[in-house]
């Protein structure tokens, strides 16, 4: 892995982080209770775009290497990456909303995983390993662990359900860039990688498949689907190290 300096955030810092990302919790909030068969994912893009402006934050992906929209909506067999259109949300579908925003020059990032209406069993199960999977992962994110012993904690975790790891996208340092050092994997080995100081803040982001772990990009350049078109799922939380242990700066 490269060996990139990692930031250190000052608890004053960390509090500003605090602020965006509880404005990001609180916009994935208001999406959360917005998600129902008949929407489509363009009105959830309008709903985001209008909230952050009403906070006085700027949307995070909106024009990041060219991205065009404020969301990430990834239906199904999309990993991540996926591009609010008229496509329109139907039972049984689980959707992922990622969401990040800037402001007071700090970013926050977080993403859910939500199951619209009755969704299969197996939806249902993916959706909750992927959820705990993030929590075993925060639980990692303690002063002398290793980086690595997040990403086990994952991998671990949602392997021993049946499911797999996407390995193309990691999780991110975060704080005045959206992507800072480290790169945060779903998968390796304990006790490897840097040692977890106070003060790192990373943004942790699980994402699942239910069958293979292989991935695609669609011809948009973006979208990133599952290979053998099964079900995904991606929950992420800002979270910050600090003596106390770990603070997840986007839970309300
Ligand atoms: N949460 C994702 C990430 O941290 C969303 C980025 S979408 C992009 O990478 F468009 F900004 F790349
Ligand atoms: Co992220």
Known sequence: ??????????????????????????????LQAEIKAGITTLDLEK???????????RPAFKGYRGYPYCLCTSV???????????????????????FGVLFDGFYG???VTVPVGKVCADA?????????????AIEAAVVG???LDISAAVQQYVEAEGFSVVREFVG???GRELHEAPQVPNFGIPGRGIKLKAGMVLAIEPMINLGECDVRIL???WTAVTADGKLSAHFEHTVAITPEGPYILSRI
């Open 109 to 111: 990032d977080s993403a």
């Open 145 to 147: 662990n290793r980086l």
């Open 124 to 136: 249902q199960r993916l959706v909750n390993a992927t959820a705990a999977s993030l929590d075993k």
């Open 1 to 30: 892995m490269k060996k990139e300096i990692v930031i250190l955030k000052t608890p004053a810092e960390i509090e500003i982080m605090r602020r965006s990302n509880l404005i990001v919790a609180e916009i994935l909030q208001i």
């Open 219 to 221: 011809s948009d350049g």
């Open 76 to 98: 199904n067999n999309e990993v991540v990456h996926g591009m609010p259109s008229k496509r329109v949300i139907n039972e049984g579908d689980i959707v992922s909303i990622d």
């Open 172 to 174: 991110h340092g975060i």
């Open 47 to 57: 709903i985001a775009e209008e909230e952050t402006k009403k906070r006085g934050a």
